[in-house]
């Protein structure tokens, strides 16, 4: 590992990097492994810092000195950082992060990652596999409303044209994902739209108040997992696809080479919708702190015993 | 600049934001429904133990500054605190969370002004009355309240004219009002919409203020009216 660790480093900065992690390193146990130290970082909510320090405790895990910034800030503050070299991986969101970079998203998830690789390539980003797990814009609806309509996907929502108040943030009517989309795409009428919050306290005390009956959600948001709300199946694919990858700075993978890439890798595989929103459900409601969390899942995946 | 006046000009101009649901004539209603029911409801409330507390010299300071430290909480601070104690108390989002923060607002300047206006009246004109033979009944309606008129009056302007201004907040727990134009605005980075949603609530601040002004003028006894303005800036 340490030969082809070498053998890949390339440049005078590179170089500089390894020394000082190494030096830094020199003393630790048999299991670290020499080259510069990966700085990470994360947008400034909850589930993206949770699945930053997911990937530090991976790459900890197999030998990797880390360093973390997490809850850097918003995409305009961090996703520079990352071109800079002050942060050296983050994870991302591809649908909403080839859109920042000017391409085009689609629902198809393979197209919309196949286009992120291109867009951010010249930058010197290159992101790793893709979850399965996604945090895209969705539609929920309590149990009640689910069960007395008969309400399972996004389409269903035609039949009750005119009958029902959507709540959602105040830019809804203005964007394709939200209200627009909604009636262009599904042809849904609302009785009534009413500017809440995205997602947040509001939204639900709306829909447990029945002042609404469809809200704006997250898809992964722990709101649903706490109060039993249906997210309904955006049948027509509205919402571009919004897998959670790895963004890493080039120079880190020539670095390290493949095992970097597997060892995180092998944590996104195993990321799911499901395992997300339950991650986010400890950390958001229950206040369990996001290290813990981040440790018991990678044990419960088997990536660290 | 000339360019963007323009464009809030042309905002006004266009009747598809006066009218419906979310129009301007609507939220106007809406935000003046709110601000009359909050400030005659704070002035019900805060008052009438005011000018019975000062009137019988009942707690002093002590009470004014128990009620004042209340009005050192953020406006933001309050309706955000009032959201879920609401819906807690099962009257959900929107109106009554809005409501509930504006009177939490409005009720200690009115209750500090009147408390320190019947309490200012001079005391050798209170014994004075007692000597012409005043009930205490007739000591309060006669003297202690006239002379404290111009104190109280204006700390219900002072609060409605807060009320209107705050009541812009409503807008992020999910009511409706001119702060919407505000909040939706910005949603959007819709500056205009932003700009017009301010000069509207501004507009009915001034109005508001200049329509308690006139009650104020037409309630307040013609010798004492010169004392409103000084004593507010101290009180108020």
Redesign the interface.
């Known amino acids: 590992m340490r030969t082809h660790a070498r053998r890949t480093i390339a440049g005078a900065a590179i170089v500089a990097f390894a020394l000082i992690a190494a030096a830094c390193g020199s003393g630790d146990d048999g299991g670290t492994i020499e080259g510069p130290t990966i700085t990470i970082g994360s947008a400034g909510f909850s589930e993206a810092a949770l699945v930053g320090e997911i990937y530090a405790q991976a790459l900890e895990a197999d030998g990797y000195q880390v360093e973390r910034k997490l809850n850097t800030g918003t995409r305009e503050i961090y996703a520079p950082a990352l071109e800079s070299g002050e942060l050296d991986l983050i994870p991302e969101y591809t649908g909403s992060v080839l859109t920042f970079l000017g391409g085009t998203s689609t629902p198809d998830s393979d197209e919309t990652y196949a286009s992120l690789q291109v867009a951010w390539e010249p930058m010197g980003i290159e992101v790793l596999d893709y979850a399965p797990a996604q945090d895209k814009n969705g539609f929920v609806v309590t149990q009640a409303t689910a069960d007395e309509l008969g309400l399972e996907k996004v389409s269903d929502l035609a039949a009750y044209n005119g009958t029902l108040i959507l709540g959602g943030p105040p830019e809804c009517p203005e964007r394709e994902f939200c209200l627009k989309g909604l009636e262009s795409v599904y042809g849904l009428e609302f009785a009534e739209f009413r500017p809440l919050d995205a997602g947040g306290p509001i939204t639900v005390a709306a829909l447990q108040g029945d002042e609404i009956q469809v809200g704006t959600m997250f898809t992964s948001s722990a709101s649903i997992y706490a109060n039993g709300f249906v997210l309904l199946d955006d049948d027509k694919g509205l919402q571009p696809a919004e897998n959670l990858v790895p963004a890493v700075r080039s120079e880190i993978i020539e670095a390290y080479g493949d095992d970097f890439k597997e060892s995180l890798n092998t944590v996104s595989a195993k990321l799911t919708t499901a395992e997300l929103t339950s991650l986010n459900k400890f950390v958001e409601v229950d206040g369990e702190d996001p290290e813990t969390v981040a440790a018991e899942w990678l044990k419960a995946i088997g990536v660290t015993e | 600049m000339i360019s963007f006046l323009g464009e809030v000009a042309a905002w006004f101009g266009d009747s598809a934001n006066w009218l419906g ?1 979310s129009g301007i004539l609507n939220r106007l209603r809406e935000h003046i429904q709110i601000t009359v029911a909050a400030t005659a409801v704070s002035t019900v409330v805060a008052i009438p133990p005011a000018v019975w507390l000062a009137h019988r010299r009942i707690g002093g300071t002590f009470v004014v500054a128990v009620v004042n430290i209340a009005r050192a909480i953020p406006s933001f601070a309050i309706v955000v605190l009032f ?2 104690i609401s ?1 807690r108390l ?1 009257l ?3 109106f009554w969370p809005t409501f509930l923060a504006l009177l939490f607002l409005a009720i200690p300047p009115m209750f500090t002004n009147a408390y320190t206006g019947v309490a200012g009246v001079d005391p050798d004109l209170v014994e004075a009355s007692r000597g012409m033979g005043m009930t205490d009944r007739e000591v309060l309606t006669k003297v202690e309240l006239p002379m404290a008129s111009p104190v109280i009056l204006a700390a219900v302007r002072v609060a409605a004219v807060q009320v209107v201004a705050t009541a812009t907040l409503g ?1 992020l ?2 009511w409706g009002g001119l702060g ?1 134009f505000i ?2 605005g ?3 980075r819709d500056s205009v919409e932003v700009f017009a949603g301010a000069l509207l609530v501004a507009g009915l601040a001034i109005v508001t203020e200049l329509v308690l002004g006139t009650v104020e003028k037409h309630v307040v006894p013609a010798t004492l009216r010169t004392r409103a303005d000084g004593v507010e800036s101290v009180v108020a």
């Open positions: 649901a959201l879920p819906i099962g959900g989002i929107g807008a727990v999910g919407r909040v939706d910005f949603a959007v």
